[in-house]
């Protein structure tokens, strides 16, 4: 699939693959170190999950720190409420 010409919006623009993971019978997975030392996630910290849909169905699923979430929810409802 061309990803240009099917319009994938974020995935074209901000996203890229960097690793494969698999799900045990448990549910789990690991986050690959590399990955988890570049995004600064370490034991202990908590993660959002966010969640991308088509047609009723998850398309993207995606994590973000906690402690973030503040800071995105302000930057995002600033220029609603009138505030920069």
Known sequence: MDVKKKGAGCMQQCCKMVSMVSIDERGQ???????????????????AIVTWENNDKVS????????????MISDFLGPIMGRS
């Open 29 to 47: 997975m690991v986050l690959p170190k590399e990955l988890r030392d570049k995004a600064g996630i370490g034991a202990g910290d908590k993660m």
């Open 60 to 71: 993207c699923i995606g994590l973000i720190k906690a402690d973030d979430m503040g800071s």
